[in-house]
C-alpha cells in the first residue's frame, strides 16, 4: 500500500478551564493508504475531531506530524478538504455560490469556477437546484451541497467529520451509497469519522478505534468491506 497520509507520534494537550492540560491524543500513528476508505470510530471525548483538526492544520499538535505524500506538512489548505458534522453553508448564498466558494478563494476565474462547481453539483445529485437558498433545501440536499463543495477544489483527501449524523435514518442511508459512488468514481482518499460502528464497517475499507481519552490506538479493528 503507498501511503498518501501518516500520521506519526501525534500527542496532544489543550488547555484546560480549570488551569492545568488535558490531555486528548496519545501518541498515534497510523497511515492511510492512496484511495483507502478508512474509518475512526471511538466514544464522544476521545479526540476524533481533533485529529482531523490536527491533519488539516487547524490545530498544531503538541507532539508529532503530519506528512502527505511523504511530504512533511505544516500549513493549512493543499490537497485536503473537510466536510464538517454541520453543514456550514452560507445562508445568504445560493448552491453555485456556495459550491464555488473553495475555488473563489484559490483564485480560480469565475467560469471555471462555475463549471466546475456545476460538474461535483450534479454529481451529488444537485443538477437543477443551483439557484435554491440552504434554507430551501433538505438536510441531505444541504450536506449534499457541503460535499460537492469539498470536491470542487480536488482534493487528493477528504475528511469527514461525521457528515451524516444530524441526517434522519433513511437520508442517512441515501447518503451513505453516494458517498461510496462518489469516492469509487473519484479514487479520493478519505477519512470519516463516526460513532456508529455499523456505518463505520459498512464504509470504509478499514476502521480503526480510538480508545477513550487520551485517545490512542490499541486496538485496530480491520473491517474489508468491498461486498
Ligand atoms: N479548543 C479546545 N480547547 C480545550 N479543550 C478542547 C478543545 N477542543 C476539544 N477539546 C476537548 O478535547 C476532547 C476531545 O474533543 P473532540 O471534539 O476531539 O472529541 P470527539 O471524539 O470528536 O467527540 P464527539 O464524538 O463528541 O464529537 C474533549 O474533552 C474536548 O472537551
Request: glycine content about 8%; proline content about 5%; aromatic content about 8%.
Amino acid at each position: 500500500m503507498i501511503s498518501k497520509l501518516q500520521i506519526e507520534h501525534v500527542t496532544h494537550l489543550f488547555p484546560a478551564p480549570e488551569g492545568g492540560d488535558l490531555k486528548v491524543l496519545e501518541d498515534v500513528s497510523f497511515d492511510v493508504g492512496a484511495g483507502e476508505f478508512v474509518s475512526i470510530i471511538g466514544a464522544s471525548g476521545s479526540g476524533k475531531t481533533t485529529i482531523l483538526r490536527i491533519i488539516d492544520r487547524l490545530i498544531t499538535p503538541t507532539e508529532g506530524s503530519i506528512r502527505i505524500d511523504g511530504e512533511l506538512i505544516v500549513r493549512p489548505g493543499g490537497k485536503i478538504s473537510f466536510v464538517f458534522q454541520r453543514d456550514s453553508l452560507w445562508p445568504w448564498r445560493t448552491v453555485l455560490g456556495n459550491a464555488v466558494y473553495g475555488l473563489e478563494i484559490r483564485k480560480v476565474s469565475r467560469p471555471e469556477a462555475e463549471e466546475r462547481a456545476r460538474y461535483f453539483l450534479d454529481l451529488v445529485g444537485l443538477g437543477g437546484f443551483e439557484n435554491y437558498f440552504p434554507h430551501q433545501l433538505s438536510g441531505g440536499m444541504r450536506q449534499r451541497v457541503n460535499f460537492a463543495r469539498a470536491l470542487t477544489v480536488d482534493p487528493d483527501i477528504l475528511l469527514m467529520d461525521e457528515p451524516f449524523a444530524s441526517l434522519d435514518a433513511q437520508t442517512r442511508e441515501i447518503m451513505q451509497l453516494e458517498l461510496l459512488r462518489i469516492w469509487e468514481e473519484t479514487g479520493k482518499t478519505v477519512l470519516f469519522v463516526t460513532h456508529q460502528i455499523d456505518e463505520a464497517v459498512f464504509l470504509a475499507d478499514r476502521v480503526v478505534t480510538l480508545s477513550a481519552r487520551p485517545g490512542s490506538f490499541p486496538h485496530r479493528l480491520v473491517s474489508r468491506r468491498r461486498l
